[in-house]
């Protein structure tokens, strides 16, 4: 049986779900897909990454540590999970920003759950899926990503409630907008620290201020920290969580425009106060600004991968063949453009 979990965006709301913020993401047409079944031993096989046979569920620092951890936080979990093959595909490109992760941890916790029948809920899931990429890859990750694989519907987006994990549907009209994604071809590495490090500062800043959650901080608090890098990163954090509650209301009452100004207002705190962005992104969506292109954003953990988009399709299209010509003499490498579609999260495939 084959399940398959999507990618996602996230209109906006970034680096603020380890944090107690909201994020408002939706899933993606680009998918992957996993077939699980029993074997006589442990065996990861992907169309792109070839096969693999596992002797123990240790890590190993390579693409299987998704499959492994997941299968590890099951046995944690007090689940005997007995010798599988487990079969990988995807049109999800890895390492841009689109959450593929969290796509491939959540579609193999739902293929053992439905192969073996432990019966696992969504949240179940997504629990397991994140405590995987916690524990066992390494990235100390917050649970929009793997929470938005599992519970995203079509033609949604859900404002995520990080603190309460509770979530609302918002129906994404655009008002004849549509949405876009630039690949800048830059490939970041999640693991490589700079995402704990950030995780390590906010955290600090709750520490010095004595306080046990960003609910609980306001601006002005944040004058008793001295340290001008962490309070860089606090002040995103809550003006990023602010913008998210605007922006659902812009989405609900159609301002595109006024959604449009919050994208680049969170571009320029990502890249300003955070510093998770990096000259090709900041390339990217300055052009698209400077062109009159109504809202653009980097996306995802950051330091390269993709760029949300925000405009009519023929303009997006049109601008970004300017882009692309540009882009190329600065950095020799060709950007790509993709329309995007949302999708429903995780599912088992050839049922309604
Ligand atoms: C990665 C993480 C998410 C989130 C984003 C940044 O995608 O997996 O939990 O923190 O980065 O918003």
Redesign the pocket.
Known sequence: MTVSSPGRV?II??????NDGF?LPFAISKRTWVDAKRSEKFVISSRGYGRVEISSLKKTGKWTDYVTGVLKELESSGFKVPPVEIKIWSDLPAGS?L?S??ALETAVAFAISELLNLKLGKMDIVNISVRA?RNFVG?Q?????QYTAVFSRKGQAMLLDTMKITHEYIPLNLNGLSFALIDSKVKHS?SSGE?NKRREETRRVLEILKKSSYRDVKIKDLEKISDTVLKKRAIHVLEETKRVVRAAEFLRSGKMKDLGELLYESHESLSELYEVSCDETDFIVEFLKKNGIIGARMI???FGGNVLVLDREEKIKRIFKKMSDEYFKAFKTKPTLMMIESDDGARIEGRD
């Open positions: 996230n709301g970034e680096h603020v779900d380890y994020v920003g959450s992760s969290a990429e990235v990750c917050g649970v929009m990503d999640l995402y995802g953990g950051g």
